[in-house]
């Protein structure tokens, strides 16, 4: 599934080539993602100047003149941006061609068809997708003081915590078990016994963690036109992910593995204690 890092990648992919580009014609092979799109989407957009590739969560918004075109690649979505020569026969799960003025062409493929592509012409923070959703983990207003606030009136655990979308957007499951291990917190820890210095750490890490991530899709850029759009995003080092019973790199412990709300976790119990 595309997490928070391979949509920003995605974003700094394309937004070159769609920025100031006016869009020339929208082929729509599949209406039937996860919401239908909009049977007028093709005429709304055609015509329309692209002023901004932006994201909000995993949405990416393509601010148009007369409103947004949101995209979200679900679990198997993927964005293309494709020269002349290569966007002869569109395949099986090709769902949308965006052609643009500039020679090039946005195919967005999904073969699970869990994306969605959805148009709207109010503001986009008042979006009812966007509207609840906490802040953006790399921004300045992410920090522990706001972490620790909202972990005060839940009992959660605090891997539940960081992966609510309420709380804080764009840590999922990977991102959340190795921002614990390298925070040293256990991730059953109840979100209200979090020190504030607990959840400094927890910020620092996610915002690493998470930072390294984009670094490493980002390396992949130059080919983005060429790629099958699935860069190498975790090509970063993972210390208890998809590790269990396999030595901790620092204490030589064998990493534990259960389950938790159907995901899997991984910790280190000497590395990341259990706080009482
Ligand atoms: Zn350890």
């Given at each position: 599934?595309?997490?928070?890092?391979?949509?920003?990648?995605?974003?700094?992919?394309?937004?070159?080539?769609?920025?100031?580009?006016?869009?020339?014609?929208?082929?729509?092979?599949?209406?039937?993602?996860?919401?239908?799109?909009?049977?007028?989407?093709?005429?709304?957009l055609?015509?329309?100047?692209?002023?901004?590739?932006?994201?909000?969560?995993?949405?990416?918004?393509?601010?148009?003149?007369?409103?947004?075109?949101?995209?979200?690649?679900?679990?198997?979505?993927?964005?293309?941006?494709?020269?002349?020569?290569?966007?002869?026969?569109?395949?099986?799960?090709?769902?949308?061609?965006?052609?643009?003025?500039?020679?090039?062409?946005?195919?967005?493929?999904?073969?699970?068809?869990?994306?969605?592509?959805?148009?709207?012409?109010?503001?986009?923070?008042?979006?009812?997708?966007?509207?609840?959703?906490?802040?953006e983990?790399?921004?300045?207003?992410?920090?522990?003081?706001?972490?620790?606030?909202?972990?005060?009136?839940?009992?959660?655990?605090?891997?539940?915590?960081?992966?609510?979308?309420?709380?804080?957007?764009?840590?999922?499951?990977?991102?959340?078990?190795?921002?614990?291990?390298?925070?040293?917190?256990?991730?059953?820890?109840?979100?209200?016994?979090?020190?504030?210095?607990?959840?400094?750490?927890?910020?620092?890490?996610?915002?690493?963690?998470?930072?390294?991530?984009?670094k490493?899709?980002?390396?992949?850029?130059?080919?983005?036109?060429?790629?099958?759009?699935?860069?190498?995003?975790?090509?970063?080092?993972?210390?208890?992910?998809?590790?269990?019973?396999?030595?901790?790199?620092?204490c030589?412990?064998?990493?534990?593995?259960?389950?938790e709300?159907?995901?899997?976790?991984?910790?280190?119990?000497?590395?990341?204690?259990?706080?009482?």
């Amino acid at each position: 599934m595309p997490e928070l890092p391979e949509v920003e990648t995605t974003r700094k992919g394309i937004k070159p080539y769609l920025e100031k580009a006016t869009i020339l014609a929208v082929t729509i092979r599949q209406f039937s993602l996860r919401w239908p799109i909009d049977e007028h989407l093709a005429d709304i957009l055609t015509g329309q100047q692209i002023q901004r590739v932006g994201r909000r969560a995993k949405y990416l918004l393509i601010t148009c003149d007369n409103g947004t075109l949101m995209i979200h690649l679900g679990m198997s979505g993927s964005l293309r941006v494709l020269d002349s020569v290569e966007r002869s026969q569109p395949g099986k799960h090709d769902h949308i061609d965006i052609e643009i003025d500039n020679g090039h062409l946005l195919r967005y493929t999904d073969p699970r068809r869990f994306g969605a592509i959805l148009w709207t012409s109010e503001p986009i923070k008042n979006h009812r997708l966007l509207s609840h959703l906490g802040p953006e983990p790399l921004l300045k207003y992410f920090d522990a003081d706001y972490l620790w606030q909202q972990a005060q009136t839940k009992r959660c655990s605090v891997k539940t915590l960081i992966m609510n979308g309420h709380v804080v957007v764009g840590v999922g499951n990977i991102y959340a078990n190795e921002s614990l291990f390298l925070a040293r917190i256990h991730p059953k820890t109840t979100a209200n016994t979090l020190s504030l210095t607990q959840c400094e750490a927890l910020t620092e890490q996610i915002k690493s963690v998470l930072g390294k991530a984009i670094k490493a899709g980002g390396t992949t850029l130059k080919d983005f036109t060429k790629s099958d759009g699935k860069p190498g995003y975790f090509a970063q080092h993972l210390h208890v992910y998809g590790r269990k019973g396999e030595d901790c790199f620092y204490c030589k412990s064998k990493i534990q593995h259960y389950k938790e709300t159907q995901r899997a976790t991984y910790y280190c119990p000497l590395c990341q204690p259990i706080s009482i």
